[in-house]
């Protein structure tokens, strides 16, 4: 099986209130997919721990730099947000949990947020 380069992967933010895209350049992203993990354990397990897959959860960490013509401002509500691999692209819905843009006199403002996933998590296809 061949690997797949992440160089030409992307992350776009866009909606909520204001509106706007948020203006980040060169991202990098990283989806954490979780099932919670349900105890069913009872009398007849023997003594055994017994779980069955519950609710499915997804968030995701994006990190980039500010794009310099604009100025970012955290969305409210829903936003949508389309993550590539540079080969694949999926799509999903959530709410920016985190937002920190960031600064350093030597470097680039950059900006990092994370999105928590409202419904299904993007699928990369």
Do not use: Y
Request: aromatic share 4%; charged share 15%; proline share 6%.
């Amino acid at each position: 099986m061949a690997g797949t380069a992440g160089k030409s992967g992307s992350a776009a933010i866009d909606g909520g209130t204001p509106g706007t895209p948020i203006p980040m350049l060169e991202a990098t992203w990283n989806l954490d997919e979780q099932i919670e993990a349900v105890e069913i354990t009872n009398f007849a397990s023997s003594g055994n721990k017994e779980i069955v897959a519950g609710i499915r959860s997804w968030s995701v960490d994006v990190s980039g730099f500010v794009d310099a013509s604009t100025t970012p401002v955290q969305p409210t509500g829903l936003v949508s947000c389309t993550l590539s691999d540079g080969t694949f692209t999926g799509t999903g819905d959530g709410i920016v949990t985190s937002f920190k843009p960031g600064v350093d006199a030597r470097g680039a403002v950059t900006l990092d947020l994370t999105i928590e996933g409202s419904g299904a998590p993007p699928t990369l296809a």
